[in-house]
């Protein structure tokens, strides 16, 4: 593997490695799944596919970032919306 793409593969696993420490179901889970994938392709010599392989895993740190984005916009709209919507379906008040 050429110098720039080895720095730009072992750039591309720590950022994976830290987006997976937020992930779902553990950064555990997502860090053997994550190394499982790099050591399928660690016999990849084609700069060509390396390339390939890259961008596809740029493309997998795009599509956390938009899961990480979605369950925080989630997070917030059920704080803030709840109290509202307590509001105006009168739960939070005593029964007479």
Excluded: C, H, W
């Excluded at 997998?60 to 970032?65: A, D, G, H, Q, S």
């Amino acid at each position: 593997m050429a110098n720039p793409l080895r720095s730009e593969v072992r750039q591309l696993y720590k950022n994976l490695l830290y987006l997976g420490r937020e992930y779902p179901k553990g950064a555990d889970y997502f860090r053997e799944r994550l190394k499982s994938a790099f050591m399928k392709n660690k016999g990849v010599t084609d700069p060509e596919e390396i390339k390939k392989l890259v961008d596809r895993g740029e493309f997998v740190i795009k599509e956390l970032e938009a899961l990480y984005y979605l369950r925080k916009y989630r997070a917030m709209k059920k704080r803030y919306y709840e109290e509202e919507l307590s509001a105006v379906l009168n739960i939070g008040r005593p029964v007479d």
